[in-house]
């Protein structure tokens, strides 16, 4: 399953999160959002984990406290561009 982990604090590192998520179960993939000018993050991440490991994630980190901001944790949706794949001849 796919995870989406948002409001993220701007100064938190990356290998804070993944750790985080790997208490629950380990990571399949990883994807962590920056800014493509200033390389600085852009507050939300997204992971992926077996779904009884994201299931354990998403119940005990949605709305816990992580370096003074509520997480969001839950399954990413499916972007639009995704569902909308086009042929061209």
């Known amino acids: 399953m796919k995870l989406y982990i948002g ?3 701007y100064n938190v590192a990356e290998e804070d999160v993944r750790s985080m998520l790997e208490e629950y179960g380990s990571l399949e993939s990883f994807d962590w959002i920056t800014d493509k000018y200033t390389g600085k ?5 997204f992971a992926e984990m077996d779904n009884s490991s994201a299931d354990k994630a998403i119940k005990a980190l949605n709305g ?13 949706r499916q972007n639009k561009k995704d569902k909308k794949r086009r042929r061209f001849w």
Do not use: W
């Open 41 to 45: 993050s852009r507050g939300f991440c």
């Open 7 to 9: 409001n993220l604090a």
């Open 64 to 76: 816990k406290e992580f370096h003074g901001r509520n997480l969001k944790i839950n399954q990413a």
